[in-house]
């Protein structure tokens, strides 16, 4: 089970988190939010996955923060149509193949533009309430590598309240998903049953029930939470 820390603002607090050694590490590029980032990201180990997390931006902005950011993977939290993550999907798949070319001709010149070497991952989130229609989800299995299903509330994201799990059990589909949705340390066990399911979970995703305010996490939780799974 992978683990998703999300929310990420300050350069001290980045460290502090990496050094817990996560599996993917989550920036959140979308100015409504308190948690918006803005800055410097630290280096740190290639292993941590670099997440852009956008709501409803235009593919032109999210290629250029891959590119700035080095994101080796994108968290689209709004109302992308299929159509959008087939083109942005297109666009990255172009801008990688372009970048492999240039490497392959300039090894030693540093390029202007970067993409990984590997395939940047694409992350779809689908808001959950009362009751949800997988069949929704069905055009979007060929063109990204996760579901994320968060609580449907307020804000995009960040609400710190759960959803009913109870509904995953019709879900339908081998295509893994990240849980997320006011996960805290009081839902060890519950965490802890839902992965015992045959349910194709690959990571839980927390933010807001480890903050001591937007974007400022607590290490010592996180520790904790991630010692006990």
Known sequence: MKLKVCGMKYVENIEQIVGLKPDYLGFIFYEKSKRNFEGIIPEFSKSIKKTGVFVNEYIEIIISLVEEYRLDAIQLHGDESLEYVADLKNQLKERRTLFLDENKQIKKKKNKHYISENEVELIKVFGIKDEF????????????????FDTKGKERGGNGTKFDWSILKKYPFRKPFF????????????????????????????????????GLKNINEVKNFKNTL
Request: glycine share 6%.
């Open 133 to 148: 229609n997988f069949d929704y989800l069905k055009p979007y299995l060929e063109v990204v590598d996760f579901f994320l």
């Open 179 to 214: 849980l997320s949705g006011g996960i805290g340390l009081e839902d060890v066990e519950a965490v802890q049953e839902i992965i015992k399911s045959n349910l194709p979970i690959y990571a839980l995703d927390i933010n807001s029930k480890f903050e001591l305010k937007p």
